[in-house]
């Protein structure tokens, strides 16, 4: 059974980076693509980002394209997402998923097996 966690949130100045990071403890990551989530106060949970089970399929919100990448390594059971030029409007807090399938427009109906989130806030 997977139990995903994710890790790597903090408050970072508007132009600054992080690396979120998503585990798994239990069952391995390797046959599930693995979505990037986030939701901010008063808004629904939208899609980011995601990745195929073998790193070879991504796909970005608009939003983020040009400054988020996911990647993955499936010998640590992890997959990341290093976020650059962050802008306010990024804060939210940020979960990941697992699904079948990524699809260019990371539908959130389609993943399962949430992690609890990490806040992200982007303020100077």
């Known amino acids: 059974q997977l139990q995903l966690v994710e890790s790597g949130g903090d408050l970072v100045q508007p132009g600054g980076s992080l690396r979120l990071s998503c585990a798994n403890s239990g069952f391995t990551l390797d046959y599930y693509a693995i979505g990037w989530f986030r939701q901010a106060p008063g808004k629904e949970r939208e899609g980011v980002s995601c990745?195929?089970?073998?790193?070879?399929?991504?796909n970005y919100a608009d939003s983020v394209k040009g400054r988020f990448t996911i990647s993955r390594d499936n010998t640590k059971n992890t997959v990341y997402l290093q976020m650059n030029s962050l802008k306010p409007e990024d804060t939210a807090v940020y979960y990941c998923?697992?699904?079948?399938?990524?699809?260019?427009?990371?539908?959130?109906?389609?993943?399962?097996?949430w992690g609890p989130g990490t806040q992200v806030t982007v303020s100077s």
């Open positions: 990745i195929s089970s073998s790193g070879g399929t991504t």
């Open positions: 998923a697992a699904a079948a399938w990524c699809t260019r427009t990371i539908p959130r109906d389609d993943f399962g097996s």
